[in-house]
């Protein structure tokens, strides 16, 4: 669906107008800077630590980029020029990438006239209540949408969570009917209305590294243990004769030979 911004005289939505070719220039890609211009609108960087990293003009939104810090993270984006485009309102996409190290559970969207003044009713300045064409108002990491709890210019979202690093999207409209050109968008993480005010969520440790696994002692193969019923076997006494004995049988088969010799002797005589 082509982007639409509100008509101011008839209450009622229509293309934008053809813009310039510098302008056609600058929304080819996104615009990388603290303080940006897109459909004629400045969006500025006022209070807190973010920093605005880019914006573009997307098929049904003006997009705006931005990088949370912290630890100040009461947001103040200064929004002007909108009484000079002929409309008194717009779609809105704010992109934020969480660079701290809290998960976010809850997260506030509010429209002041005056800067850290809360806004009047009927001051002109709205998350355009008059146009219900325009919701339901969505975010990427939120599924709960809240508009009517605190009497002032809000939208809050949760029931959900964005964690360091995580990115999440908010889409919702913006309606100025005031005299004043100049209003700021305030954007509060962990801010629930109620008046529960600022949740502290714990921060998200860093994961401890896990130790390498230390190397396998090496293998010593041990001579296995001898039988305690295993025995030697005991030398054969038939096999290996005794000393006296072989003396005695050496002794009578020389006697046998003296003698037999003497025999042969005397028969040759």
């Not at 459909?39 to 500025?44: K, N, Q, V, Y």
Request: charged share 20%.
């Amino acid at each position: 669906m082509p982007l639409r911004l509100f008509c101011e005289r008839s209450q009622c939505t229509r293309e934008l107008p053809v813009v310039s070719l510098m302008l056609l220039m600058l929304w080819s890609a996104p615009v990388k800077a603290a303080s940006i211009s897109l459909e004629g609108l400045r969006f500025t960087e006022v209070a807190g630590d973010f920093t605005i990293t880019g914006g573009e003009t997307a098929p049904s939104a003006l997009r705006l980029f931005q990088d949370v810090t912290g630890p100040n993270i009461d947001l103040f984006t200064a929004i002007e020029g909108l009484s000079s485009t002929r409309f008194i309102g717009f779609r809105f996409e704010s992109v934020l990438t969480n660079r701290t190290d809290t998960p976010w559970i809850f997260f506030d969207h509010e429209l002041q006239e005056k800067f850290r003044i809360p806004s009047p009713e009927e001051d002109g300045l709205s998350f355009a209540q008059q146009f219900s064409s325009l919701r339901p108002f969505t975010s990427n990491a939120y599924s709960i949408v809240d508009e009517v709890t605190d009497v002032r210019d809000f939208v809050n979202f949760s029931g959900g969570v964005v964690n360091p690093g995580q990115t999440v999207t908010f889409r919702y409209a913006i309606l100025d009917n005031s005299p004043t050109d100049l209003f700021y968008l305030r954007q509060r993480p962990n801010f629930a209305p109620g008046g529960v005010g600022v949740v502290a969520p714990l921060p998200v440790a860093a994961p401890t590294p896990t130790p390498p696994p230390l190397p396998a002692p090496p293998t010593v193969l041990n001579p296995p243990d001898p039988s305690p019923d295993a025995q030697p076997d005991p030398p054969s006494l038939a096999k290996v004769p005794e000393s006296g004995v072989s003396k005695g049988l050496l002794w009578l088969t020389g006697v046998w030979l003296v003698r037999l010799m003497i025999k042969r002797l005397a028969d040759n005589s």
